[in-house]
């Protein structure tokens, strides 16, 4: 089983709907058995609240339903617990690495990492209030980390 964790800063825009999208391509791919998929956020702001209503419509949009999650914090046990710790921008790895106590074992990656645009960011839809950016990015990249586990 492959324990995948995505973070972003709250948890309730880019790293929620990277879990439900990654929950998705792995259930259409007949292998849900094979992963755990979580999300988790760096900051404590938005701790408990629910995917954030537009991010909720664009997975709707495609048919994907994110109900029952609610925001939590990333943690040092976290980086014990899965296998790749998914960050959606620069700013989430360096807090990640701060509350992991660092990355001894490589686990700690960009999501476009796994894609041809290494090194770069998924943006923050919160600033940006640009969803379809943020869905085609995420669906880049979960498609591309479905096919790394192939």
């Given at each position: 089983?492959?324990?995948?964790?995505?973070?972003?800063?709250?948890?309730?825009?880019?790293?929620?709907?990277?879990?439900?999208?990654?929950?998705?391509?792995?259930?259409?791919?007949?292998?849900?058995?094979?992963?755990?998929?979580?999300?988790?956020?760096?900051?404590?702001?938005?701790?408990?609240?629910?995917?954030?209503?537009?991010?909720?419509?664009?997975?709707?949009?495609?048919?994907?339903n994110c109900s029952?999650?609610?925001?939590?914090?990333?943690?040092?046990?976290?980086?014990?617990?899965?296998?790749?710790?998914?960050?959606?921008?620069?700013?989430?790895?360096?807090?990640?690495?701060?509350?992991?106590g660092g990355d001894p074992d490589?686990?700690?990656?960009?999501?476009?990492?796994?894609?041809?645009?290494?090194?770069?960011?998924?943006?923050?839809?919160?600033?940006?209030?640009?969803?379809?950016?943020?869905?085609?990015?995420?669906?880049?990249?979960?498609?591309?980390?479905?096919?790394?586990?192939?």
């Amino acid at each position: 089983m492959k324990n995948i964790l995505f973070i972003c800063h709250g948890n309730i825009c880019r790293s929620p709907m990277a879990e439900f999208v990654m929950k998705d391509l792995v259930k259409k791919a007949g292998r849900a058995s094979q992963f755990h998929i979580e999300s988790a956020a760096t900051s404590r702001e938005e701790l408990g609240n629910p995917v954030y209503p537009p991010a909720r419509r664009k997975l709707a949009e495609h048919g994907i339903n994110c109900s029952g999650h609610a925001a939590r914090q990333l943690t040092s046990r976290d980086y014990d617990e899965y296998d790749l710790l998914i960050g959606m921008d620069r700013s989430n790895l360096r807090t990640m690495q701060r509350i992991c106590g660092g990355d001894p074992d490589g686990k700690l990656h960009l999501l476009l990492d796994f894609t041809d645009r290494q090194g770069k960011e998924v943006a923050d839809p919160w600033y940006t209030g640009d969803f379809d950016a943020v869905w085609e990015d995420l669906l880049e990249g979960c498609q591309a980390l479905l096919r790394e586990y192939r």
